[in-house]
Nanobody, 122 residues
Framework: VQQQASGGGLVQAGGSLRLSCAASGRTFNNYIKGWFRQAPGKEREFVAGISRSGAVTDYSDSEKGRFTISRDNAKDTVYLQMNSLKPEDTAVYYC????????????????WGQGTQVTVSS
């Protein structure tokens, strides 16, 4: 396993969770990082991305203002703080790393974590 995601769980609507994704066995500090999610029966979709330095972030419209992506290159870890969670946020969340300059495309990410389940109850 090269990236290990954690922090998922069951939370009530309006609650918060913080996901983490730590690298192991190799470094991803020179890669952009992103979070994607996949709900049952749906395609995997982009949630948020962050540049190599952490200075630039990008969010899908539905998460903007509720989610915050950050990274700690000293720990080779990327985070996703999720606030004001909604039942429609329920999905398996995946971290990923890309050597591209910037991308929201699933195909643009070469390295994927194993996913962590987030369930939001109404």
């Amino acid at each position: 396993v090269q990236q290990q995601a954690s922090g998922g769980g069951l939370v009530q609507a309006g609650g918060s969770l913080r996901l983490s994704c730590a690298a192991s066995g190799r470094t991803f500090n020179n890669y952009i990082k992103g979070w994607f999610r996949q709900a049952p029966g749906k395609e995997r979709e982009f949630v948020a991305g962050i540049s190599r330095s952490g200075a630039v972030t990008d969010y899908s419209d539905s998460e903007k203002g509720r989610f915050t992506i950050s990274r700690d290159n000293a720990k080779d870890t990327v985070y996703l703080q999720m606030n004001s969670l909604k039942p429609e946020d329920t999905a398996v969340y995946y971290c990923a790393a890309s050597s591209a300059p910037s991308t929201r495309s699933r195909q643009g990410y070469e390295y994927w974590g194993q996913g962590t389940q987030v369930t939001v109850s109404s």
